[in-house]
């Protein structure tokens, strides 16, 4: 049984730190491709940012580049979300996902990922 646990979430004022993790198991995820994504009351989800699980390639969102780093660690099966600079509008439930195959256009669309964690809440005050 695959399953993703995202832990990491809390409060943090506007210009803060917090790094998110995504402890996966029930699979070897060699050659998977790994994402975040977020969702905030009222609004869609939306991808945050993905990383290729053999290549290390990443694509992030234009609303964080420069300030969210996606890396993973292949012993621990772990993915890790560090987010800087941090903004009251990234407050969102933040999601931990998994897919087989790399679009290469980014691997934006959340319908293609089969795996998903319960989330993680993020908070940023003003």
């Known amino acids: 049984q695959v399953q993703l646990v995202e832990s990491g979430g809390g409060l943090v004022q506007a210009g803060g730190s917090l790094r998110l993790s995504c402890a996966a198991s029930?699979?070897?995820?060699?050659?998977?491709?790994m994402g975040w994504f977020r969702q905030a009351p009222g609004k869609e989800r939306e991808f945050v940012v993905s990383?290729?699980?053999?290549?290390?390639?990443?694509y992030y969102a234009d609303s964080v580049k420069g300030r969210f780093t996606i890396s993973r660690d292949n012993a621990k099966n772990t993915v890790y979300l560090q987010m800087n600079s941090l903004k009251p509008e990234d407050t969102a439930v933040y999601y931990c996902?998994?897919?087989?195959?790399?679009?290469?256009?980014?691997?934006?669309?959340?319908?293609?990922?089969?795996?998903w964690g319960q989330g993680t809440q993020v908070t940023v005050s003003s």
């Open positions: 990383i290729s699980w053999s290549s290390g390639i990443t």
């Open positions: 029930g699979r070897t995820f060699s050659g998977y491709v």
């Open positions: 996902a998994g897919r087989r195959y790399s679009d290469g256009l980014g691997n934006k669309n959340s319908r293609m990922y089969e795996y």
